[in-house]
């Protein structure tokens, strides 16, 4: 079985909502659409207060090279467009909408028909993902249509399609990878097709098993799709360790994938895309789990956004008791939500709730150079020493010692058996190196 | 409900703790503690409990009353070093000797340094070379081992003799050859199983590799250094061996005999005093068991291995400078 090499940890995957299929989850009476909702610049609102709006219709646009559009998900009439807290509580600029109902644009095709036959150009494909707003649905919301401007001289080989979903606790892969297969299978094809390449690399954790045979079984009636079966172990699902798993092939330091001829798209997005290059519907829905250790019914929810989270939470009969912390993504890797009052957006693929006995963090002991840190680092750098640089502000020792390699998979502070607080220390040293490089560039 | 906490990710945390690890070593001391009794009777008993409670005791003393913080006590390292120093002394030693070479591990090797995790050296071999150097004469009687359960009476009478590398040094050293000596020694298997003389820990190597693998097994330890240690060891004494097989022992008689295989597995594996990178740890091995070697053969005293792991522990800081873990896409990129 494949995997990555160098370090990785084993947490307990605790996948309990793997079973429950997905929900649709009602529409709420107001929503609140942040305009920018991916990585890059912000975009423009194109609607106004007392607008009325249709389900599909575009209401942010993304003007920068790096930026999304946003379309309404509900039809209804802009309320105000307004700075409202955003789930770590900083205001950004929003539109809210009176939801009145569900009527769509005309041109969205809604019929259950799954649609095989590819009929856009390469480059009309691309302009129906810039179009329909498609970023990056594995947490970072990269405008997707951007990986497919690929830089001159370099040449892209291998198309992957990442489902690992290697962080504990998330089943929204699990589960499309189960109910939208043919569907997401299509897109994996149109990405494929995109760059005119023979094949299409999926890559699945071992740990879905039941995905991996079902999988498999509808791949047979397409051509050029390679499913990869491999080790459970975290952080496969990293970029970086997906292509080196499936590929053998190390993106260099400071390098991205497209350096060694890879491209690497999430499979929720491969489904988005195939929605809105053979339905022609935007991205407006989001997957996301609900679960935790102490709540009673984990499950998996197709979640307009602008959704409030307060209402995901109410449906499941409010918070536990005994909850201590929440989660947007993975425990290993997603934000802790500070502000209840905030609404799904692209980005969110989990509500998780922690509760206080997996949540507490344990007393901080002195380091006593177990070297664990060292070992489960899979970028291959030494925690230990960069902690205490960034406690320094040492800056200019931790650039030297790499620290801009970290891809924040936490990997070494969840494995420390001293609890000390390694990627608290090392991500403030990260922001605050890459802004002195970044000024030290610009000069 | 109370209010949420917000901090950055991971939001989980493995099981382990550093309590979790310590009491793990001891665990894993524990068969080579009742072969030491099994062996050397009420005195090993004895004198495990004094060095235990004396490095407990310190450590909690300096603590509570010279820095007047938090004591950590129960995190299990004091106990470590109380059995690991116990295992590394004669069992006829007087208990008085005993609190010296505990109060030199925790005082002066410990606690001076900040503590747990801040030790350049390993502290029960700083305890033992300091009774060494100190008392060379009753650091270097050695009690005959004996079955306790069956011969009870002889322990009492407290027969003494030499460590059979001792033997080796003195004969070789009186122009006997190698196979005369080996006439006179234990065998295989008595060393494997422990009878002979020698410090309490070091005899049942039995005992001892059972320990390392239940810690090799939850990862307290990684093979690294043991392999190296003992692999480089054994190279040596084999070439060794090979020049000239009349003055140099079988290498296989060096890896059992005295504490090569207590140091190698539960001494010079301490995390603390160790390398932190898998090539700086392999180094380390083989500085371990080639000094080791050197001092047995050239040097004036039978048995080096503590020396050598100090000697190594002081080259850890050069050695985690010089050996960094490989990073991720430091490799040329393939042709593309």
């Known amino acids: 079985m494949k995997t990555f090499k160098l370090g990785g940890v084993h947490p307990d995957d605790n996948k309990f909502a793997h079973q429950s299929s997905i929900e649709v989850f009602p529409l709420p009476q107001q929503a609140v659409l942040f305009a920018t909702q991916h990585l890059g610049a912000p975009s423009t609102v194109v609607v106004e207060k007392g607008d009325k709006v249709k389900v599909g219709q575009l209401i942010a646009r993304g003007d920068a090279f790096i930026s999304a559009n946003l379309h309404s998900p509900y039809s209804g009439t802009v309320n105000k467009v307004d700075l409202v807290a955003d789930l770590s509580g900083i205001k950004k600029t929003a539109i809210v909408i009176d939801v009145e109902g569900d009527e769509w644009e005309q041109d969205i095709d809604l019929t259950a028909d799954i649609k095989r036959e590819i009929t856009l150009s390469p480059s009309q494909i691309v302009e129906k993902i810039k179009e329909k707003g498609i970023v990056g649905l594995g947490g970072a919301c990269f405008p997707t249509h951007v990986k497919f401007l690929i830089p001159q001289g370099k040449k892209a080989e291998y198309m992957i399609i990442n489902a690992a979903e290697c962080e504990p606790y998330i089943t929204i892969d699990h589960r499309v990878m189960m109910e939208r297969t043919e569907e997401l299978l299509i897109g994996a094809c149109i990405l494929r097709d995109i760059l005119s390449l023979p094949t299409v690399h999926i890559g699945v954790e071992h740990n879905k098993a039941d995905v991996i045979n079902h999988l498999k079984e509808v791949a047979k009636s397409f051509k050029g799709i390679k499913i990869h079966t491999l080790r459970t172990k975290y952080p496969q699902g990293a970029e970086k360790q997906l292509i080196k798993a499936i590929t053998k092939r190390e993106v260099p330091s400071g390098k991205l994938p497209i350096d060694v001829g890879c491209i690497v798209n999430n499979v929720n997005t491969a489904l988005a895309v195939y929605e809105a290059v053979q339905k022609n519907k935007p991205l407006i829905s989001n997957y996301v789990t609900y679960t935790g250790k102490s709540v009673k019914q984990p499950k998996n929810y197709l979640v307009r956004l602008g959704t409030p989270i307060q209402s995901i939470i109410e449906a499941n009969g409010g918070l536990p008791e005994d909850t201590e912390k929440l989660i947007s993504g993975g425990p290993m890797m997603g934000k802790a939500i500070a502000n209840l009052d905030t609404y799904i957006t692209k980005g969110f693929s989990c509500i998780l709730v922690i509760n206080n006995k997996e949540g507490k963090r344990a007393e901080i002991n002195h380091c006593i150079r177990c070297a664990k840190c060292v070992d489960v680092c899979p970028m291959g750098l030494e925690p230990y020493l960069l902690a205490p640089l960034s406690e320094k502000s040492n800056w200019e020792k931790m650039e030297k010692m790499h620290v801009m390699d970290c891809i924040e998979c936490g990997s070494c502070q969840y494995t420390c058996p001293a609890a000390r607080p390694l990627l608290d220390r090392i991500r403030l040293g990260k922001n605050k190196t890459g802004a002195m490089i970044r000024a030290r560039n610009t000069k | ?336």
Request: hydrophobic letters at 55%.
């Open chain 2, 1 to 336: 409900m109370a209010l949420l906490q917000f901090s950055g990710s991971p939001h989980i945390h493995t099981d382990e703790s550093v309590k979790k690890i310590m009491w793990t070593v001891v665990i894993a001391l524990i068969p080579t503690m009742i072969f030491s009794f099994l062996f050397f009777g009420i005195d090993a008993i004895v004198l495990t409990l004094v060095s235990v409670l004396s490095c407990v005791f310190v450590e909690w003393l300096i603590q509570k009353f010279l820095l007047k913080g938090k004591t950590t006590i129960l995190d299990g390292s004091a106990v470590i070093t109380g059995l690991l120093l116990a295992f590394n002394l004669p069992s006829s030693l007087p208990i008085w000797m005993v609190i010296v070479g505990a109060i030199v591990a925790i005082g002066v090797a410990k606690m001076t340094f900040g503590g747990l995790g801040n030790n350049p050296f390993n502290p029960a071999l700083v305890g033992r070379v300091f009774l060494l150097i100190s008392f060379p004469q009753q650091m270097t009687t050695w009690p005959k081992p004996h079955y306790w359960f069956t011969q009870p009476s002889v322990v009492t009478d407290a027969t003494t003799g030499a460590t059979p590398l001792g033997v080796i040094k003195t004969g070789i050293a009186q122009g006997q050859d190698v196979f005369q000596l080996m006439d006179t020694l234990p065998t295989y298997a008595q060393m494997l199983l422990g009878e002979r003389g020698g410090s309490l820990g070091e005899v049942a190597a039995l005992a001892i590799i059972a320990g390392g693998l239940f810690m090799l097994i939850r990862k307290v330890i990684s093979w690294h250094i043991p392999v190296a240690f003992i692999g480089s060891a054994f190279v040596f004494a084999a070439i060794l061996h090979l020049v000239n097989a009349n003055i140099y022992i079988p290498p296989s008689y060096h890896i059992l005999s005295g504490g090569l295989l207590l140091g190698a597995i539960f001494m010079a594996t301490d995390m603390v005093t160790s390398p932190m990178s898998n090539w700086g740890k392999i180094i380390f091995g083989i500085g371990c068991g080639v000094l080791t070697i050197i001092i047995r053969v050239a040097g004036s005293y039978p048995e080096g291995v503590s020396f050598a792991i100090l000697i190594m522990n002081a080259l850890v800081p050069l050695i985690n400078k010089g050996f960094k873990p490989k990073r991720f896409g430091t490799h040329k990129i393939k042709s593309i």
